[in-house]
C-alpha cells in the first residue's frame, strides 16, 4: 500500500509539472532586423510566424532550442516529443501498469504467506494431534500390558480390566475409522420409524452411575411423552453420549447436568431439540469458533478436565449433519457450557418395533466405571497387610485411573497415595511431602513438566524425586522434562522391573545425602561448606537454607527446654507433619532428634573450648536434668560427656 501511494504522489508531481509548463508566457519574441544575423547564428533552424502582419517588417519570430540553452529568452516554450499529449498519456499508462504489477506481485506474496502460515498451522494440529492419539493409546496398552503380569494373582479382575481397556482403543480407532467413512461420503443412515424418548432416557440413565461416581446430578427433563419420528439409533448414540461424557468430565464435583428434549414447531415443519447443559468449567470464547474442527482440542491446561484427542465433537458434528441437522453451542468461563442438537422430524422410515441392537464396540458402557472401580479395588485389597510407616511413601500423579491402579500393582510393597490432576497432585506432595513422584505428562490443570518446576522450587518438596512417565518418548520432551527438573523419565508403555529399579536407586540416593546432610548440618561452619560447594554437586540450595534455618532458630532458643517440635514448626510457618516429612527426608531423623542433636553438638563444642561444668553446659544447651544429658551425649556420641573432656586433656 506505501508503495501504490508513493506512486500515486509520483503521478501527481508529474501532473503538476505539466501543468506549470503549460501556463509559461507563450508570448512571441520580437527579433530586430538589425540582430537577426546574430541571431541564427545562434540557432539550428529559425521559423516564420504564418501570422506575421501583426508584426512590424524587420522582425521575425523565431523559436528553437539554442535559444532555450542560452537562458537569454525565458519566455519562450519549446515544441518537443517529450511535452506532447501523448507522451503524458504514454506515461501514465506506465505508472499504472507498473502500480498494477508491484500490487499484483504484493497480493501473491501476501497470499503465498498467508497459505504458509495455514500450512504451519495445519501441521501444528496435526502434530498435537497424533501426541494425543499416541497419549490415548498408550495409556491402555500400558495397562493392558502390564495386567498380564496379574493373571496369575488375580485372573478373573486383570480380565475384567484388560477388557475395559481394550473396548477403549476399539473405540478410538471406530471413531477415526468414522471419521474417514464421512469424509469419504461412504458412510449411510439407518433410519428407524420409533419412538425416541425411551430411547434418549435410556442413554441419560446409563450415565447416571458414572455421574454419581463424581457427586454430579445427572437430570433427563422433557415434557413430551412420546415422539414417533425417524432416527439411527446407533449414531444418536454417539451423539449423545459423546456430549454426556464430555459433561461429566468437565463438571466437578457436586454440579449438574440437565439434558432437556423438546419440539419445536414452525408450521408444518418441526424439529427436535436436545439440549446438554453443565454448571462445568466452560470454554473461552476465542475457543468456540474452532471446538468442531478436526484435530482441535480446547486448551484445558489450567482447568479441570482430561486429555481429548480431538475428534469427538467434530465427529458428532458431521453425523448431525449427515442427519440434516445442526448443533450450537454457548459457554462462559466458570458457569458452564449449553450444546443444542436440532434434528428435523421426518416419518417416512420403514417401522420397526423390535429392539435395535446396539454395538457395544462403539460405546463404552458409563455403567462399566463402577464396576472397574470395584475391580481395582478388589486388586489392590492385599489380604494380611496394613499401613507401615516405616514403608517408603510415593506419590503417584496421574489423570487415567487405569493407569494409576497399574502403577500401584507395580509399587506393591510401598505406601502410596493417588492423585488425578497435576494440581492435586502438588498439593498433595506439599500436604504429605512424599519420598518419591511418579508422575504423568499429560494432565488436567497443570501437566508434568510444570509439576516438577513447581515442587523443585518449593522448599518443602525440592528433594522428592520425581519420574516421569509419559507417552512423549520423544528426545524434544525428554529433555525438557529433565530440565524441568525430573530424575527420571520413563516412556508408557513401561516395563514394571524398570521402574523399580528406577525407584530404588532414587531412595537409595536419598539414603546417601541424608546420611551427608546428618554429617554436617551441626554446625555453622558445614553450611558454609555446603553452599559453597554446591557448583559440585547435584543438591539444590534450597535444602541447605532450610536445614540452617532451623540450626538458626534452634540456637536462638537454645536455652529453652520448651523450644521442641511446636515451636520450630511456628518458626517455620510450616505444620508439626510437614517438617517432620522435611527433616526426616533430608537428615534421617525425626524433629525431635533432630533439634536435640544440635543442641548435643552444641554441648560438644563447650566442652572441648570452655571450662564449665557439665552441667552448667547441660542448662545451657536446653537440658533440665544433667542426668539426662548424658545418656543423650553418650547415645549420640558412644562416650560419655567426662571422658570425652578427659581425652581432651
Request: charged share 25%.
Amino acid at each position: 500500500m506505501n508503495i501504490i501511494i508513493s506512486y500515486l504522489v509520483l503521478l501527481v508531481t508529474v501532473l503538476g509539472c505539466i501543468n506549470n509548463n503549460a501556463n509559461i508566457d507563450q508570448k512571441p519574441l520580437s527579433i530586430p532586423a538589425s540582430q537577426k544575423t546574430t541571431i541564427n547564428e545562434m540557432i539550428d533552424f529559425s521559423i516564420n510566424i504564418p501570422d506575421a502582419s501583426s508584426h512590424s517588417e524587420n522582425q521575425n519570430v523565431l523559436y528553437g532550442p539554442k535559444l532555450l540553452k542560452t537562458g537569454a529568452f525565458p519566455n519562450i516554450q519549446t515544441l518537443t516529443w517529450w511535452t506532447s499529449l501523448w507522451s503524458y498519456g504514454a506515461l501514465i499508462f506506465i505508472i499504472f501498469v507498473f502500480v498494477f504489477v508491484v500490487r499484483k506481485y504484493e497480493l501473491i506474496r501476501i497470499r503465498a504467506k498467508i497459505e504458509s502460515e495455514k500450512l504451519k498451522e495445519l501441521d501444528k494440529i496435526k502434530t498435537r494431534f497424533y501426541m494425543n492419539i499416541a497419549h490415548q493409546f498408550r495409556n491402555p496398552l500400558t495397562v493392558i500390558l502390564g495386567m498380564t503380569g496379574e493373571l496369575k494373582n488375580n485372573p478373573e479382575e486383570a480380565i475384567k480390566l484388560i477388557e475395559h481397556n481394550s473396548k477403549q482403543i476399539l473405540l478410538l480407532i471406530n471413531q477415526m475409522l468414522d471419521l474417514s467413512k464421512l469424509e469419504s461420503g461412504k458412510m449411510r443412515l439407518n433410519p428407524v420409524l420409533r419412538d425416541i424418548i425411551p430411547y434418549l432416557r435410556y442413554l441419560t440413565e446409563s450415565y447416571h452411575s458414572y455421574a454419581a461416581s463424581k457427586k454430579i446430578q445427572l437430570t433427563f427433563l422433557t415434557s413430551l411423552e412420546k415422539l414417533i419420528m425417524d432416527h439411527d439409533e446407533e449414531k444418536l448414540q454417539q451423539i449423545v453420549t459423546n456430549l454426556l461424557s464430555n459433561a461429566v468430565k468437565f463438571t466437578p464435583e457436586n454440579g449438574n447436568i440437565i439434558m432437556d428434549v423438546n419440539v419445536h414447531k414452525q408450521g408444518s415443519k418441526e424439529e427436535l431439540i436436545i439440549k446438554i447443559k453443565d454448571n462445568g468449567i466452560g470454554i473461552p470464547s476465542s475457543e468456540l469458533p474452532h471446538i468442531f474442527e478436526r484435530f482441535y482440542r480446547v486448551d484445558h491446561s489450567t482447568e479441570t478436565g482430561g486429555i481429548g484427542t480431538g475428534i469427538g465433537l467434530a465427529l458428532i458434528k458431521e453425523l448431525i449433519q449427515l442427519m440434516k441437522g445442526k448443533i450450537l453451542v454457548k459457554s462462559e468461563l466458570k458457569k458452564g457450557t449449553e450444546f443444542t442438537v436440532i434434528l428435523p422430524i421426518n416419518r417416512v422410515a420403514g417401522s420397526n418395533l423390535a429392539p435395535t441392537l446396539i454395538s457395544e464396540e462403539r460405546l463404552l458402557k458409563p455403567a462399566e466405571a463402577q464396576n472397574i472401580k470395584k475391580v481395582k479395588n478388589k486388586i489392590l485389597e492385599k489380604p494380611g497387610t496394613e499401613k507401615n510407616e516405616a514403608k517408603p511413601f510415593i506419590l503417584i500423579i496421574e489423570d487415567n485411573t487405569d493407569v494409576a491402579t497399574y502403577i500401584q500393582t507395580c509399587l506393591d510393597g510401598y505406601r502410596v497415595e493417588k492423585a488425578s490432576s497435576g494440581q492435586t497432585g502438588i498439593d498433595k506432595a506439599i500436604e504429605l511431602v512424599p519420598d518419591i513422584i511418579v508422575s504423568d505428562v499429560m494432565m488436567p490443570e497443570k501437566n508434568g513438566f510444570e509439576v516438577c518446576q513447581i515442587l523443585k522450587n518449593n522448599v518443602l518438596t525440592n528433594h522428592i524425586p520425581i519420574i516421569l512417565l509419559t507417552a512423549r518418548a520423544d528426545i524434544d520432551s525428554r529433555l525438557k522434562g529433565l530440565g524441568a527438573g525430573a530424575d527420571a523419565y520413563l516412556s508408557k508403555p513401561f516395563v514394571k522391573e524398570e521402574l523399580l529399579i528406577r525407584v530404588k536407586k532414587l531412595l537409595e540416593l536419598r539414603l546417601k545425602l541424608q546420611g551427608r546432610f546428618t554429617e554436617k548440618s551441626y554446625s555453622a561452619g558445614s553450611f558454609h561448606h555446603t553452599v559453597s560447594s554446591e557448583s559440585q554437586t547435584s543438591e539444590p540450595p534450597l535444602n541447605e537454607m532450610f536445614l540452617k534455618k532451623v540450626y538458626d532458630l534452634v540456637h536462638a532458643n537454645l536455652e529453652e527446654v520448651d523450644f521442641g517440635n511446636s515451636k520450630l514448626a511456628n518458626e517455620m510457618f510450616l505444620s508439626e507433619s510437614q517438617l517432620y516429612r522435611k527433616i526426616k527426608a533430608l537428615t534421617g531423623r525425626s524433629t525431635a532428634i533432630h533439634i536435640r542433636g544440635i543442641r548435643l553438638h552444641k554441648a560438644k563444642e563447650l566442652l572441648l573450648n570452655s571450662d564449665l561444668t557439665i552441667a552448667e553446659i547441660a542448662f545451657g544447651t536446653g537440658f533440665n536434668d544433667p542426668s539426662y544429658f548424658t545418656r543423650c551425649f553418650s547415645k549420640e556420641f558412644n562416650i560419655s560427656p567426662s571422658n570425652f573432656r578427659s581425652r581432651r586433656l
